[in-house]
Structures are given as structure tokens and as C-alpha cells.
């Protein structure tokens, strides 16, 4: 089964950085939308952030917005989410998402067919 690979993650104290990455190697060609979501313990999973094809629009929660950036280098099928400023409510299983076709709603859960297994990122206060 396809699956995305994601890397980084960890511990950050309150007012860190983390950065993200995550990778579709077994694909030839660019998927859409990428982005991540974002679930901790008891909650359902969240949208964080989006990126279109060819980075033409950028998506953000609310409360990651000016904090957390994404980009994507379409070349590697990669997408990279920089987190600063992270604060202890955003201790989470992170995952990373791929879009297969193009998407309507590129920050409902549903439009994201291909997942990564997820990376913790822990921040301490």
C-alpha cells in the first residue's frame, strides 16, 4: 500500500522550532494538494496546513497562522512544514496527506487519499 514518509518531528520546548517533511518517492509525477493534519490524544484529527500543485495557494488553520509555513518542491514530491513558536496544545501525532485528484475542499480531511504513519511532535512547557 502507497504511503508517504515523513521525517522530523520530536521534542520542542514551548516557543521552538520543529520542522516536518514528508515525501512521495513511488510516485512519477506530482500529486495535488499536500498538506498536514494533526491529532492528540482523545481528539478527532485536524487540518494544519495545505499546498496546492504548484504552491499557488496556501492553507493554514487559524492558529497556526504567521507561525507555521509549508512549502513544496515538486521535483522530490515533497512538502516541508516549519513550526515555530509551538506551544504545548500543539502536542500531536502529526501526518502528512496527498491528494490524488484534484481537490474542492483542500482542507476537509476527506479530499486526502494517500497518508503518511504520522510523527509525534512533543512540546514541553
Known amino acids: 500500500q502507497e504511503q508517504l514518509d515523513e521525517s522530523g518531528g520530536g521534542l520542542a520546548q514551548a516557543g521552538g522550532s520543529l520542522s516536518l517533511s514528508c515525501s512521495d518517492p513511488?510516485?512519477?509525477?506530482?500529486?495535488?494538494?499536500m498538506g498536514w493534519f494533526r491529532q492528540a490524544p482523545g481528539k478527532e484529527r485536524e487540518f494544519v496546513a495545505a499546498i496546492t500543485l504548484h504552491s499557488t495557494s496556501t492553507y493554514y488553520t487559524d492558529s497556526v497562522k504567521g507561525r507555521f509555513t509549508l512549502s513544496r518542491e515538486n521535483t522530490k514530491n515533497t512538502v516541508t512544514l516549519q513550526m515555530n513558536s509551538l506551544k504545548p496544545e500543539e502536542t500531536a501525532v502529526y501526518y502528512c496527506?496527498?491528494?490524488?485528484?484534484?481537490?474542492?475542499?483542500?482542507?476537509?480531511?476527506?479530499?486526502?487519499?494517500?497518508w503518511g504513519q504520522g510523527t509525534q511532535v512533543t512540546v514541553s512547557s
Open positions: 513511488g510516485r512519477t509525477f506530482s500529486n495535488y494538494a
Open positions: 496527506a496527498a491528494a490524488t485528484k484534484p481537490t474542492y475542499e483542500t482542507t476537509a480531511r476527506y479530499e486526502y487519499h494517500l
